[in-house]
Nanobody, 119 residues
């Protein structure tokens, strides 16, 4: 198990919500630069949302206002709120921290959490 641990995935029906969490452990000092990616079966991994310097937020076009990324440095945890889920959102969701001072120059990926949306 690496220093990023995702949780919160599950099986839901279309239109329902989930809240994913990514806890940063070990020597990681903050989560001001963190991303969420996802990978559906047979597809490439794609970026869902990201935060830079704790304030600049970016979302993929397919989010369409349904997802919200946030973080709590006191808990060293990032979140991804998923609302109005669709079957096309079914994927393994990963958190990622690019090299930074907080990661001591390391690039980290979590092992992922499965989100399955039924129609």
């Amino acid at each position: 198990q690496g220093p990023l641990v995702e949780s919160g995935g599950g099986l839901v029906q279309a239109g329902e919500s989930l809240r994913l969490s990514c806890e940063a452990r070990g020597t990681i000092t903050s989560v001001d630069d963190i991303d969420w990616y996802r990978q559906a079966p047979g597809k490439q991994r794609e970026m869902v949302a990201g935060i830079r310097s704790g304030v600049k937020i970016n979302y993929a076009d397919f989010v369409e206002g349904r997802f919200t990324i946030s973080r709590d440095n006191a808990k060293r945890t990032a979140y991804l709120q998923l609302n109005s889920l669709k079957p096309d959102d079914t994927a393994v969701y990963y958190c990622h921290m690019p090299p930074s001072i907080a990661t001591m120059g390391m690039d980290y990926w979590g092992l992922g959490t499965q989100v399955t949306v039924s129609s």
